[in-house]
Structures are given as C-alpha cells and as structure tokens.
C-alpha cells in the first residue's frame, strides 16, 4: 500500500517533470519566433543597396532556467528602421512614404509564439 507521503512526493515529482518540459518548450518557441520574425523583416524590408535587410539579427538579452528573453534589431543599421517603418520629412519639403515591415512581422510573432507554445506542450 502507498503511503500519502509516497504519493505526495511522486505527484510533486511529474509536476517538477512537466515544469521542465513546459519551460524547454517555451525556450525552443522563442527561438523559433525570433528567427522567424527576423527572417520575415529581412524579406519584407525596403531594398536599396540590400545592406539594411541583411541587418537584421536576433540577440539574446536575458535566461535563466524559467524565461528567455531575445529581441529582433538592426545591428548597424537601426538608425532608419522607425524612418523607414513610420515615413518621414524631406529636408527641402514633402514626405516620404512610410514602408511597415517591422510592424507586421511583430504581429505575425505574437501569433507565431502562441501557436510554437501550444505545438511544443501538445
């Protein structure tokens, strides 16, 4: 017979398992939404010399063994991405037009993330 202790501690045991599990699968989605969001700024930004695009890069900022933090940025070019995204004045009168791709691809990530989380735990 099983004593309520034993039982105790093998429940407290596949919460410590699943807890692992869910915190391993919420790292691998992040990743996986990082680059995906990377790649589709990459794809989706304005095209002048090509330098601008290829600047996009994902970095991780912050992990521990519960949360993973990465962020999606212009490594050299991050001075025009809002000019860019948002449009902007001309030096002698007149706009420019505003050319979203950063915006899009942060919303497609919202998404992306929730469904990898899903995906990985199901």
Avoid: C
Wanted: glycine share 4%.
């Amino acid at each position: 017979m099983t004593s309520i202790d034993d039982m105790a501690d093998e429940i407290m045991k596949g919460l410590t398992e699943y807890a692992e599990l869910a915190d391993s699968a919420m790292k691998t989605a992040v990743r996986k939404t990082a680059k995906t969001v990377k790649e589709e700024i990459s794809a989706n930004a304005p095209v002048h010399t090509g330098k601008y695009a290829k600047s996009w890069t994902t970095k991780k900022t912050a992990e521990n063994s519960h949360k993973l933090e990465m962020v999606v940025h212009s490594k050299d070019r991050y001075q025009i991405a809002h000019l860019l995204e948002h449009g902007h004045a001309k030096r002698n009168g007149g706009r420019v037009a505003a050319r979203p791709h950063i915006a899009p691809a942060e919303q497609h990530g919202e998404e992306l993330l929730e469904s990898f989380i899903k995906k990985e735990l199901s």
